[in-house]
């Protein structure tokens, strides 16, 4: 295992720890943990920056915020906007936006100045045309979009849909099943959006070992199997308000 990811940040939020004991012996208004290739996001009172394993400062430059290293890339945050940082310390692109996400899969999301969000590839540029109401990360291959309707469906990565399904709510995929509502409730939906069971909820959690745990419409929390059958009552329906 990697020695950053052994490290741990403090209580109090000021450095990071190693089995324990302080990592170096600078102090910082806030650290972020340590992600690859073992550089964690810092600020302290001249700004934002990033440090290495010895808090040593990763360059001279700073920012109003920083995030940590995701793919290689950071999110950064500077007058002009949010960009992403290299770890060599330049600039992925020139351009600026007002809000910057974090890669995964190859992709990351992104909110222009316009107010839509897109994503964006690896070398910076948006990966389709279309702009969304709202973006989110991808995971497993695809991402949720939220259109200017207001509803939702999941994209691939080259930004085609997945589907012809549309959901008031939308989640990312976990082991092939993603959260959904619709105007019923929540319920879970697979690759094709089609509903696992008949049954709707007032709220849903992923599937974990084939079981999830949910809240009915009338306020009882059970765990369901993936076909919607009640496993475990966890709570009868909450009484009516005095």
């Known amino acids: 295992m990697k020695p950053w990811s052994h490290t741990r940040v403090a209580p109090d939020r000021t450095h990071h720890l190693l089995d324990g004991k302080p990592l170096y012996d600078a ?10 290739p ?11 920056f990033h440090i290495d394993l010895q808090g040593t400062a990763l360059s001279s430059r700073r920012f109003i915020r920083t995030f940590g290293f995701y793919e290689g890339l950071a999110a950064v945050v500077d007058a002009e906007g949010a960009f992403h940082l290299r770890m060599d310390g330049q600039e992925l692109t ?16 992104v909110r222009a100045k316009d107010g839509r969000y897109f994503h964006i590839h690896g070398q910076g540029g948006p990966v389709y045309d279309e702009r969304y109401a709202y973006a989110g990360d991808f995971r497993d291959g695809y991402a949720v979009v939220q259109e200017s309707s207001g509803l939702h469906l999941h994209i691939d990565k080259q930004g085609r849909p997945l ?7 939308l989640d990312v995929f976990h082991k092939g099943l993603a959260r959904a509502r619709d105007a019923g409730g929540w319920h879970h939906v697979d690759a094709t959006g089609d509903a ?5 909820f007032a709220f849903v959690e992923p599937f974990y070992n084939g079981q999830a745990r949910v809240e009915t419409l009338d306020g009882a929390l059970q765990v369901i199997d993936e076909q919607g059958v009640t496993i475990v009552e966890l709570r009868a329906r909450l009484p009516e308000p005095t």
Not at 38 to 48: H, M, P, W, Y
């Open 94 to 109: 020139l351009g600026r936006h007002a809000w910057c996400g974090n890669f995964q899969d190859g992709r990351c999301p």
């Open 27 to 36: 102090r910082f208004t806030e650290v972020l943990s340590f992600h690859e």
């Open 163 to 169: 589907n012809a399904r549309r959901f008031l709510d």
């Open 196 to 200: 696992l069971y008949a049954r709707r």
């Open 38 to 48: 073992g550089l964690a996001a810092v600020r302290d009172a001249t700004g934002a």
